[in-house]
T-cell receptor
């Protein structure tokens, strides 16, 4: 059974640019959630999608957005990149039901210079 | 403010010893997760605790949840080097994986 796939694994961008990250969940999983991990702030929830609908959003500026496609693949976009956006971005895949386990991808390491 | 506090944040111990990691949280929730992260790697699910009094065990690790005290513990029995990693607890405050994370406990187990 294939795991959660995130692409790309590494990315270097310049301040002011925008970036799109992709997450392919485990087959059959309809929920994808996104997290940002930094040494200073730790792990922080960005948003969660289920069947193409955003169900929850964390406390991040509007520069951070996402979407989910009919095949459950999800993308997140960050516009007008800032140095502080440098982080490991993780997505998690689950069935989306109460209390089910979430499986994480390997993450995308974004560096903003 | 919603908080999830883990302690200790760093733990160095000898193989064969027992120890406990504590996770306190400030909001009402009956869904708590434990994850493991190895350096440079992603998060691996260890336990899903869904009710007061829940206890789960896997190998040398045992996790429990006391929702009244808003406390979860991760107990390590007879530690081995392979358990060296960072352990995170996370509390689900919504219905859909809106997880609030602890800062993580970096565990080093020396041979």
């Amino acid at each position: 059974k294939a795991g959660v796939t995130q692409t790309p694994r590494y990315l270097i961008k310049t301040r002011g640019q925008q970036v799109t990250l992709s997450c392919s969940p485990i087959s059959g999983h309809r929920s994808v959630s996104w997290y940002q991990q930094t040494p200073g702030q730790g792990l922080q929830f960005l948003f969660e999608y289920f069947s193409e609908t955003q169900r929850n959003k964390g406390n991040f500026p509007g520069r951070f957005s996402g979407r989910q496609f009919s095949n459950s693949r999800s993308e997140m976009n960050v516009s007008t990149l800032e140095l502080g956006d440098s982080a490991l971005y993780l997505c998690a895949s689950s069935l989306g039901n109460f209390g089910t386990e979430a499986f994480f991808g390997q993450g995308t390491r974004l560096t903003v210079v | 403010e919603l908080k999830v506090e883990q302690n200790p944040l760093f733990l160095s111990m000898q193989e064969g010893k027992n120890y406990t990691i504590y996770c306190n949280y400030s909001t009402t929730s009956d869904r708590l997760y434990w994850y493991r992260q190895d350096p440079g790697k992603s998060l691996e699910s260890l336990f899903v605790l869904l009710s007061n009094g829940a206890v789960k065990q896997e190998g040398r690790l045992m996790a429990s949840l006391d929702t009244k005290a808003r406390l979860s513990t991760l107990h390590i029995t007879a530690a081995v080097h392979d358990l060296s990693a960072t352990y995170f607890c996370a509390v689900d405050i919504g219905n859909n994986y809106q997880l609030i994370w602890g800062a993580g406990t970096k565990l080093i187990i020396k041979p």
